[in-house]
């Protein structure tokens, strides 16, 4: 499957999760949330440290998402994705998108194990979905 293909099976998720998502506006983990949003895209938070995040209410981890959360998007260090991709194997999510400085050769090759979709080729969503930095 190609990168496209592979980004364009991601994009159809009824919801995204944002693993990584941060209050802290300069950082990716918000930027990240904030263009799924501007993109009209109804996405969830997952930060155990945040209770709500741009207004959104935040869960704990991959396993609270909701059943309709398909995909999900990764900002957390290499070695903290890896326990993600266990995470999301076992929640049944199938897409994973690995941001750039997110992934990691076993993170990578553990997902591609478990049969998920995984992109971790240096792709960024925010370039693939237009991010654009606004005072929203």
Same mark, same amino acid.
């Given at each position: ?35 799924? =949003? ?5 996405? #969830?938070? @997952? ?6 995040? &741009?207004? *959104? ?7 609270? =998402? ?5 995909? #999900?998007? @990764? ?6 994705? &890896?326990? *993600? ?13 690995m941001q750039p400085g997110a992934e990691s050769d076993a ?30």
């Open positions: 499957m190609s990168v496209q293909d592979k980004i364009e099976q991601f994009l159809k998720s009824p919801i995204f999760g944002v693993v990584g998502a941060s209050s802290k506006r300069y950082k990716y983990g918000n930027k990240v949330l904030r263009c799924y =949003l501007q993109n009209g895209r109804e996405a #969830i938070p @997952v930060n155990p440290k945040e209770k709500e995040i &741009e207004g *959104i209410a935040s869960v704990n981890s991959v396993a609270e =998402l909701p059943p309709d959360v398909q995909s #999900i998007s @990764v900002i957390t260090p290499p070695q903290v994705t &890896e326990r *993600i991709v266990e995470e999301a194997a076992q929640r049944g999510i199938m897409n994973i998108w993170a990578v090759g553990s997902a591609e194990k478990k049969g998920l979709n995984v992109i971790a080729d240096g792709s960024c969503l925010l370039v693939v979905m237009g991010y654009r930095e606004k005072s929203d």
